[in-house]
């Protein structure tokens, strides 16, 4: 029987990714390790957690003690776990760091030590930094603008280097945005959605006119499984659905979706180093046979209607510490913001 080693299970696409493996019918041992930070969330694996095949450890990445209980008689990781908010590794890096660089070093070793025959690591195309036109394929260079993404570049350096130097069978994926159910509200589109809901402000950052190329959760899950399948061991892959689009252009699909006031939508001050542009040529991966099944428009239908259904999950999340980072990241700049809508 297959054992899979899923870190970072309890949060927005480990989470996605785990249910999905469970919905197969193939005979497996799944162990989730997750830190459980203020971005992990039990209630994500509701349901799921209590089959007899998932194995939940609640723990850190970083941890080789941790480790060596878990990873024996592992047959492939896929590594999610990470520290994944931009705002949040400009305002404090420290935790990026460790967890995103020195807790990937640590799980390699503890892979290579236990003989793991294959190791998928979740990356991301924020590695690759902004461009203005065409799209970044699997042999640009990295040029990381944000300490997150600097992290998730130290942590991909890290793994190829591992596979170069002891031959450790790694693999890379770079996946675009992502949106979808169960996404934490401090992130762009679950954000716009819930405050829409609540009759808050949409903040949005400089003139709107940023760029990311969204992909919803499910494809995402379906192309890093493919990936760890069928994908060349020492290979990165691109996960890209070529749905570029706008900021502005989402916060208005979602005040449409939703029915909220467009007066909401309220430009503040930007985010510092903030990329322009983010596109994937993902032509590698669909070589492997993997096809998007959620265009932009019916994903982000489906997530507004998954966030109308589920407002206690995501109220008590934005009910606990949320609050604080909302304040000194917004309180500000949207009280700015007011401030000059109401001298014009
Ligand atoms: P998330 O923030 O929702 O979840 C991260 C999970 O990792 C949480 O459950 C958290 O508790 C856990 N974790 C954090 N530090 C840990 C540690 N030291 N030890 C063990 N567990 C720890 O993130 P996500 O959006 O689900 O992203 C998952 C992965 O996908 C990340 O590696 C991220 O860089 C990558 N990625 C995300 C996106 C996106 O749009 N969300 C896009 C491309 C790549
Ligand atoms: P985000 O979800 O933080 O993802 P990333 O920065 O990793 O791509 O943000 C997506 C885009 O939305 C990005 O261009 C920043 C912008 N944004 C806002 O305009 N307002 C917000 O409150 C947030 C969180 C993001």
Redesign the pocket.
């Known amino acids: 029987m297959k054992k899979i080693l899923v ?2 299970g ?5 989470s996605c990714f785990v249910k999905m493996l469970l919905k197969r019918k193939s005979r497996k041992h799944i162990v989730i ?5 203020y ?2 969330n039990i209630k994500n694996l509701e349901g799921y957690i209590d089959r007899d095949c998932v194995e939940f450890v609640k723990g ?3 941890s080789t003690r941790l480790l060596d209980n878990v990873v024996p008689g592992v047959d492939i990781i896929y590594n ?5 908010h931009v705002d949040r590794s400009i305002l404090k890096g420290a935790s990026f760091v460790r ?1 995103d660089v020195m ?1 990937t070093y640590t799980l390699l070793q503890k892979a290579l030590e236990y003989k793991v025959s294959r190791f998928v690591q ?3 195309d924020e590695v690759y930094g902004s461009l203005d036109k065409g799209k970044f394929s699997e042999n640009d260079p990295i040029e990381p603008n944000s300490p997150y993404s600097a992290s ?1 570049s130290g942590a991909d350096l890290l793994v190829r280097a591992f596979y170069k130097t002891y031959g450790l069978p790694a693999i890379i994926t770079r ?1 675009s ?2 949106y979808g159910p169960f996404q ?1 509200p401090e992130k762009f589109i679950p954000l716009f959605i819930t405050n829409a809901l609540e009759g808050k402000p949409l903040p949005i950052y400089g003139d709107g006119k940023n760029v990311r190329d969204w992909i919803y959760v499910e494809d995402n899950c379906r192309a890093i499984d493919i990936v760890g399948r069928r994908g060349k061991i020492g290979q990165v892959y691109n996960i890209g659905a070529a749905e570029e689009k706008e900021n502005v252009y989402i916060a208005r699909k979602i005040i449409k979706f939703t029915g909220a006031d467009k007066n909401l939508l309220t430009f503040i001050t930007d985010r510092p180093g903030h990329d322009r542009r983010y596109a994937l040529c993902a032509r590698k991966l669909k070589s492997l046979g993997w096809k998007k099944e959620y265009t932009f428009n019916k994903g982000l239908g489906k997530t507004v209607k998954w966030y109308q259904e589920n407002k206690e999950w995501w109220q008590e999340v934005k009910r606990g510490s949320f609050k604080k980072y909302y304040r000194k990241m917004y309180g500000k700049r949207i009280a700015a913001s007011r401030e000059e809508k109401a001298k014009k």
């Open positions: 870190t970072g309890a949060g927005f696409i480990g390790l997750d830190k459980l930070t971005a992990g850190d990445i970083c999610f776990a990470a520290e994944t967890t807790g979740v990356s991301t998730k996946s945005n992502n934490h």
